[in-house]
């Protein structure tokens, strides 16, 4: 507690509230422009804190990601197209709304459920984090490794459609991370000579490129789309009635999102589709879902926005980040010389509980913004992509030449988004690349550490029981999506039978 | 889709013998390490050979296609407007090169009239530079013009 009064009395400095709000509304209009993700837009605007100190820094990026994360619904009601892909269940329910002259209500509905998933994941979060950071610190090599192997077969579980595609992208990650000295004998790994290789790809000009210079090739290939709001947009604060309704479903949403935040791997898009789903099967009348209902919008608003609070769990305690958001937040805080994990809670608490009630008040800022200033946002959703794409490409390359001042950054980043432009095409995720990245030297130098540790004896992994449940739980995330093909084969079979 | 799933996966097979190969030549260290490091790369190559091998598999039992289209007018444009850029970027430093990048690219994404290009070609990237660097103190260079400043 006393932790959590002096983060509060940190935040109450001018310069701090400013870069919320800021963070906030440029995340809201990042998150409303379709084209524009919050994993973009958190990767485009990192380059405006490297020369902030790490809680001013941290403060923006935290608004953008709460932002962003919500303001996805704006476009996904009003025009049909979500803004980022977390807003995707959103349109099920909300554009019916739109449809019959209500986008207000719909705004004002997944404003409200936004505001209770972000608010309560960030309870959870200040809850948790403190006895997981302490549970944490008897990690050692052998959990490390096995942890980062759970994130890693994440991957598998979450690919959906294209699961082969999917893992060949994280085995890509992992070989890209391979780059660069050897962790534990120093030898140079695919450097091919070249002293800038030593030290590996830098991980944010690579993030840049797969999710912002990959989404400019994609626009130049779409070409130029007229958006337009064409309904005004009234009566926002959510009646009575329409909040006892989202009640229920957006307490049980802001958990789910929360628990899907937490799992290494696993986003806000499917926190809300998992959250939209629940909602259906829980509910009384479930037919009535995709005709603009009041629980279609706040079960995947409340479930998106859970993910917020819920995704800092392992990336401050443990050092792995929840989603591919927090994988960006996790390379900030490495550039200002933090190492995210167990440490972090004992060594610069002053941080962590700034955040902790930055996030809290980040929360706050996004509801009020979404209910008075939900005019402009609408007006931002017309801005048309021949100036916007432009105007990210240019953001790319400062960027990217910013964290070093080096132009072969820019070549990387230029390199790997036409990587991801081609990826995209033919149905192949990017971010099991990142959380590779990420993940990968984690999972390598633990599992060389620890071998070395046990003289070379792989029962060290098992004999311990932290990393035996690790390793199981990867097992088991390895084996779902086969067991889940079985199954669904099995019931198609039986609804063709009885047809 | 097919064609192009196939092609990419015949690349990450020649990928991943490439890095087999490479990684057969790193030196194992004496010492009582257990593995070297050319191990991890060698398996991970493995995996995505076999990844890739599985995908090609999973293609050809499909039937049904999606036309894919990579390479429009734009997207060749732009690729061009790209590359320029970074190699007028070491004479001209980021603002100048930047402005005649974004000028192209408004053009070719569809801004038609002339106010629009200049207007938001010269706003932009001027607008970004004074933020980077007044505000935030990232110096950002001027190219051959440096020495003038």
């Known amino acids: 507690m006393d932790n959590l009064l002096f983060g509060l009395t940190n935040l109450m400095n001018i310069k701090y509230i400013l870069l919320i709000i800021g963070g906030v509304a440029g995340g809201i209009s990042i998150g409303a422009l379709p084209g524009l993700t919050a994993t973009m837009g958190v990767a485009l605007l990192l380059p405006l804190t490297f020369g902030m100190e790490p809680i001013a820094g941290m403060l923006l990026l935290v608004g953008i990601y709460v932002g962003a994360i919500y303001g996805g619904s704006i476009s996904a009601i009003l025009i049909r197209t979500p803004g980022t892909p977390a807003a995707a269940a959103t349109v099920f329910d909300g554009n019916e709304f739109a449809k019959r002259g209500e986008g207000g209500r719909a705004i004002g509905i997944s404003t409200t459920a936004s505001f209770i998933g972000g608010f309560i994941s960030t309870v959870a979060l200040i809850t948790i984090s403190p006895t997981l950071a302490k549970f944490a610190l008897k990690f050692s090599a052998p959990e490390y490794f096995a942890l980062a192997l759970f994130g890693l077969t994440i991957i598998a579980s979450i690919s959906g459609e294209s699961l082969l595609k999917g893992l060949a992208s994280g085995v890509i990650g992992l070989l890209v991370a391979s780059i660069g000295l050897d962790p534990m004998t120093g030898f140079p790994r695919f450097t091919f000579g070249r002293s800038e290789l030593l030290q590996g790809f830098a991980f944010i000009p690579v993030m840049i490129g797969l999710f912002a210079v990959s989404q400019v090739f994609a626009n130049l290939s779409e070409g130029f789309k007229k958006r337009k709001v064409d309904q005004k947009v009234t009566r926002l604060i959510p009646t009575k009635e329409d909040l006892k309704k989202m009640l229920p479903v957006s307490l049980r949403s802001s958990l789910i999102g929360t628990f899907i935040g937490a799992i290494p791997g696993a986003g806000a898009d499917i926190a809300a589709f998992v959250s939209y789903n629940e909602a259906k099967r829980w509910s009384k009348h479930p037919e009535k879902f995709g005709t603009g209902i009041v629980e279609g919008v706040a079960a995947p608003e409340s479930g998106n926005n859970g993910v917020t609070g819920g995704a800092m769990i392992p990336l401050l305690t443990l050092g792995v980040p929840g989603d591919a958001v927090t994988a960006i937040l996790l390379g900030a805080l490495t550039l200002q010389g933090l190492q995210p994990g167990p440490l972090l809670f004992k060594d610069h608490g002053d941080i962590v509980y700034t955040i902790f009630i930055g996030l809290l008040f980040a929360n706050i800022v996004m509801l009020v913004m979404g209910l008075c200033g939900i005019k402009l946002f609408t007006k931002i959703v017309s801005v048309p992509d021949y100036i916007l794409t432009p105007a990210v490409f240019v953001l790319c390359i400062v960027g990217s030449y910013a964290i070093n001042n080096n132009f072969l950054d820019v070549v990387v980043m230029l390199a790997f988004g036409f990587l991801g432009y081609m990826m995209q095409k033919i149905d192949m995720p990017a971010s099991p690349i990142v959380l590779a990245l990420i993940l990968g030297p984690m999972a390598e130098s633990n599992l060389r550490r620890a071998l070395v540790l046990s003289e070379g004896d792989w029962s060290i992994f098992v004999t311990s029981p932290i990393s035996l449940t690790f390793l199981i739980f990867s097992a088991v995330s390895m084996a779902w999506p086969i067991f889940r093909k079985v199954y669904e084969g099995k019931m198609d079979k039986r609804v063709q039978a009885k047809m | ?149």
Request: net charge positive; glycine share 6%; hydrophobic share 55%.
């Open chain 2, 1 to 149: 889709m097919r064609r192009a799933s196939l092609i990419a996966s015949v690349i990450m097979i020649l990928l991943s013998i490439g890095i087999f190969l490479e990684a057969s030549t790193f030196k194992k260290a004496e010492a009582a390490i257990a593995e070297g490091p050319g191990f991890y790369p060698q398996l991970l190559a493995s995996t995505l050979a076999i990844l890739s091998l599985l995908i090609i598999y999973n293609t050809l039992r499909k039937k049904d296609d999606v036309k894919l289209m990579f390479f429009n007018k734009r997207v060749v444009y732009g690729t061009i407007i790209i590359i320029a850029y970074c190699i007028i970027f070491n004479f001209l430093g980021f603002a100048l090169s930047s402005i005649i990048a974004m000028a192209f690219l408004v053009k070719i994404m569809g801004g038609t009239s002339w106010k629009t290009i200049i207007i938001s070609s010269t706003v932009i990237p001027v607008g970004i530079y004074l933020v980077f660097n007044n505000l935030l103190q990232v110096p950002l260079p001027w190219g051959i013009f440096e020495n003038f400043l």
